[in-house]
């Protein structure tokens, strides 16, 4: 008995039900032609949700926002041509930071390549420099070897995805037409429609995680070795959501060996309602102190997470001769400073874990010392003289921001920062807060596009509370977004902060250089946002005070919709209190 299909039809049909049956559960798709067979197949397999974009720019940072809510890989679906382009900035994130996305472009047949073809550009490894594995499936060919090869290629996807590279993932598929269902291209035997229709899953693909022998390994034995010996100790959380077993157990580690947490703003470890005796958050400050940056010189740094936020960090990591070493999942070398002895793979909370375990068979809890008292103290001073000085300001002042946000953000809520100055004043301003709060940042190359694109898609995958701070440009950068959280009723509350232009660069040296500064740098653009607000169903409000920030804002959050609240503010001022309170706390520290 023969069987009549459309090769296209089937061959895609059967990528998506493998995808399916390992565990993708969303996909962002943009219209085209030559992706026809893609979309229909992911647009008619009902285990996934579906998201439609107009923009692939868009849809690829949305696919990311997805991914990083989830930690599970996102499909994303474009047509030929520059489509497959516009795709790229969200790869490169992605990339960055290990974000699982399985990018699947539809192609024009070979013999079109260079010959002047109409939307056909060269596709092969198109994304190479930022891409975890990359596959040309070659045209659709309806026979059992075939098949089972795509099958197998469906499954390494996702493993190098999400297991084995973790990162985006590039599938490459050529199609000659026609695309539709209804018009057949071959028959088939029943044996291979079935085949086709299995989902066959490859039942090892299971994340390895390093086993019982890890504690035997000779460089855990080092580290625990030198942890013991040496008191002054540092225990650095960079950013990265790293899960509630790693915050328990490096809490754990940090007071059994009386190591201080230097907490990035996006390490997840200053909020929540774990213990935070040990959370320094004010470190950027204290450590800006020459003086007494030179009096803390740690012996050992443990450093989890990704590269931190903190300038003050970093400068001080930079003149330090610790012994640094970097723990995380894939021994990702995040050190600027070139200053680390070496990055390892593994687990952070297995690491802390096996740590904390070791120690307690030697019975080993640090006494407390002068050095860590120093840091303890540091902290708090800095602390009061941020509440005196950011938290107490007067309207409008950027860094103030961020305390209005934290005070009245709900429970369980997501927030989502810009790049630029928001994620640089959350990581300077924010306090350590008992309730739950779960930040995001697209840090791994930081740049200013599909911001708002992320916040949407991470909105859209919690169900919950989605706060994003944001800048101008960002914003601007990022109009096309607004037209998903109008069509998929997502829960957005935008903090628009606005300086009219490049207010980051005001920190700059170029700062000084008067006109061209102006001209060429701050880029002034007297847009009014209200009107693209409410021209994509938002609501948008012009605040013009504390009070008023803190009624709408905590109204916003309880609605279901897109709200922005626009903040106008000075950047050349709210620099200036940025160096008030780093010069006063500098003048403090010579007091510790």
Same mark, same amino acid.
Not at 149 to 167: P, R, T
Not at 190 to 195: A, H, I, L, S, W
Not at 571 to 581: F, P
């Given at each position: 008995?023969?069987?009549?299909?459309?090769?296209?039809?089937?061959?895609?049909?059967?990528?998506?039900?493998?995808?399916?049956?390992?565990?993708?559960?969303?996909?962002?798709?943009?219209?085209?032609?030559?992706?026809?067979?893609?979309?229909?197949?992911?647009?008619?397999?009902?285990?996934? @949700?579906?998201?439609?974009?107009?923009? &692939?720019?868009?849809?690829?940072?949305?696919?990311?926002?997805?991914?990083?809510?989830?930690?599970?890989?996102?499909?994303?679906?474009?047509?030929?041509?520059?489509?497959?382009?516009?795709?790229?900035?969200?790869?490169?994130?992605?990339?960055?930071?290990?974000?699982?996305?399985?990018?699947?472009?539809?192609?024009?047949?070979?013999?079109?390549?260079?010959?002047?073809?109409?939307?056909?550009?060269?596709?092969?490894?198109?994304?190479?420099?930022?891409?975890?594995?990359?596959?040309?499936?070659?045209?659709?060919?309806?026979?059992?070897?075939?098949?089972?090869? %795509?099958? !197998?290629?469906? $499954?390494?996807?996702?493993? +190098?995805?999400?297991?084995?590279?973790?990162?985006?993932?590039?599938?490459?598929?050529?199609?000659?037409?026609?695309?539709?269902? *209804?018009?057949?291209?071959?028959?088939?035997?029943?044996?291979?429609?079935?085949?086709?229709? *299995?989902?066959?899953? $490859?039942?090892?693909?299971?994340?390895?995680?390093?086993?019982?022998?890890?504690?035997?390994?000779?460089?855990? *034995?080092?580290?625990? +070795?030198?942890?013991?010996? @040496?008191?002054?100790?540092?225990?650095?959380?960079?950013?990265?959501?790293?899960?509630?077993?790693?915050? $328990?157990?490096?809490?754990?580690?940090?007071?059994?060996?009386?190591?201080?947490?230097?907490?990035?703003?996006?390490?997840?470890?200053?909020?929540?309602?774990?213990?935070?005796?040990?959370?320094?958050?004010?470190?950027?400050?204290?450590?800006?102190?020459?003086?007494?940056?030179?009096?803390?010189?740690?012996?050992?740094?443990?450093?989890?997470?990704?590269?931190?936020?903190?300038?003050?960090?970093?400068?001080?990591?930079?003149?330090?001769?610790?012994?640094?070493? #970097?723990?995380?999942?894939?021994?990702?070398?995040?050190?600027?400073?070139?200053?680390?002895?070496?990055?390892?793979?593994?687990?952070?909370?297995?690491?802390?874990?096996? #740590?904390?375990?070791? %120690?307690?068979?030697?019975?080993?809890?640090?006494?407390?010392?002068?050095?860590?008292? +120093?840091?303890?103290?540091?902290?708090?001073?800095?602390?009061?003289? *941020?509440?005196?000085?950011?938290?107490?300001?007067?309207?409008?002042? !950027?860094?103030?921001?961020? !305390?209005?946000?934290?005070?009245?953000?709900?429970?369980?809520?997501?927030?989502?920062?810009?790049?630029?100055?928001?994620?640089?004043?959350?990581?300077?301003?924010?306090?350590?807060?008992? +309730?739950?709060?779960?930040?995001?940042?697209?840090?791994?190359?930081?740049?200013?596009?599909?911001?708002?694109?992320?916040?949407?898609?991470?909105?859209?995958?919690?169900?919950?509370?989605?706060?994003?701070?944001?800048?101008?440009?960002?914003?601007?950068?990022?109009?096309?977004?607004?037209?998903?959280?109008?069509?998929?009723?997502?829960?957005?509350?935008?903090?628009?902060?606005?300086?009219?232009?490049?207010?980051?660069? &005001?920190?700059?040296?170029?700062?000084?250089?008067?006109?061209?500064?102006?001209?060429?740098?701050?880029?002034?653009? @007297?847009?009014?946002?209200?009107?693209?607000?409410?021209?994509?169903?938002?609501?948008?409000?012009?605040?013009?005070?504390?009070?008023?920030?803190?009624?709408?804002?905590?109204?916003?959050?309880? &609605?279901?919709?897109?709200?922005?609240? &626009?903040?106008?503010?000075?950047?050349?001022?709210?620099?200036? %209190?940025?160096?008030?309170?780093?010069?006063?706390?500098?003048?403090? #520290?010579?007091?510790?």
């Amino acid at each position: 008995m023969k069987i009549p299909i459309n090769r296209n039809i089937l061959w895609a049909d059967t990528f998506v039900r493998v995808l399916v049956s390992c565990g993708v559960k969303y996909a962002s798709l943009s219209p085209g032609s030559r992706n026809t067979p893609l979309i229909l197949a992911f647009a008619s397999n009902k285990k996934i @949700k579906s998201f439609v974009h107009v923009d &692939e720019r868009s849809s690829g940072f949305f696919a990311l926002g997805l991914a990083k809510a989830t930690n599970t890989p996102v499909a994303i679906v474009c047509t030929s041509g520059t489509a497959t382009a516009e795709l790229y900035p969200a790869i490169i994130e992605a990339y960055q930071q290990r974000v699982p996305l399985i990018v699947c472009t539809a192609d024009r047949p070979p013999e079109l390549r260079g010959r002047g073809a109409n939307q056909t550009i060269n596709q092969n490894n198109l994304y190479k420099n930022h891409i975890r594995w990359f596959y040309d499936t070659g045209l659709p060919e309806p026979d059992i070897k075939s098949l089972a090869k %795509l099958k !197998e290629v469906a $499954n390494k996807a996702f493993d +190098k995805s999400l297991l084995s590279a973790k990162g985006p993932v590039h599938i490459n598929f050529p199609f000659k037409k026609p695309f539709e269902p *209804k018009f057949f291209t071959d028959e088939v035997d029943k044996d291979t429609f079935v085949f086709a229709g *299995k989902s066959d899953v $490859n039942d090892s693909q299971t994340l390895q995680k390093i086993g019982a022998n890890f504690a035997q390994k000779s460089w855990v *034995k080092n580290i625990l +070795k030198l942890a013991i010996e @040496k008191p002054k100790g540092i225990i650095i959380a960079g950013p990265g959501n790293l899960g509630k077993n790693f915050i $328990n157990e490096c809490n754990k580690l940090s007071l059994k060996l009386g190591y201080p947490v230097f907490a990035d703003g996006t390490s997840q470890l200053r909020f929540g309602r774990h213990g935070k005796e040990n959370i320094i958050s004010n470190y950027d400050a204290f450590l800006r102190s020459e003086t007494f940056a030179k009096q803390i010189k740690p012996e050992i740094i443990l450093q989890f997470g990704r590269t931190i936020t903190s300038k003050g960090l970093e400068t001080f990591l930079s003149n330090c001769s610790a012994d640094r070493f #970097m723990i995380n999942d894939y021994g990702d070398w995040f050190d600027p400073s070139e200053k680390a002895k070496a990055a390892y793979s593994c687990d952070p909370s297995l690491f802390c874990k096996t #740590m904390n375990q070791k %120690l307690d068979q030697k019975n080993f809890v640090r006494e407390a010392n002068d050095w860590h008292a +120093k840091i303890k103290n540091a902290e708090e001073k800095s602390s009061i003289l *941020k509440s005196k000085i950011i938290d107490e300001s007067e309207f409008p002042n !950027e860094s103030r921001i961020i !305390e209005e946000i934290l005070k009245s953000a709900p429970d369980g809520c997501s927030i989502m920062l810009s790049n630029s100055m928001p994620v640089r004043d959350f990581d300077y301003f924010a306090s350590n807060k008992n +309730k739950s709060i779960t930040v995001y940042n697209n840090r791994g190359a930081s740049g200013i596009d599909g911001i708002t694109s992320t916040a949407l898609g991470i909105s859209a995958a919690n169900k919950k509370p989605t706060i994003l701070i944001t800048g101008d440009l960002a914003f601007y950068y990022d109009l096309n977004s607004l037209l998903y959280a109008q069509k998929y009723k997502t829960s957005l509350t935008i903090v628009l902060i606005n300086n009219n232009g490049g207010g980051i660069f &005001e920190i700059l040296p170029i700062s000084s250089y008067g006109k061209i500064f102006k001209q060429y740098f701050v880029t002034p653009h @007297k847009l009014n946002f209200s009107k693209f607000v409410e021209a994509y169903g938002g609501r948008h409000y012009s605040i013009k005070s504390w009070k008023q920030f803190q009624k709408l804002f905590i109204h916003a959050t309880q &609605e279901k919709q897109l709200t922005v609240l &626009e903040v106008k503010t000075n950047a050349a001022v709210s620099v200036k %209190l940025r160096r008030k309170y780093w010069e006063e706390v500098n003048q403090g #520290m010579r007091q510790v």
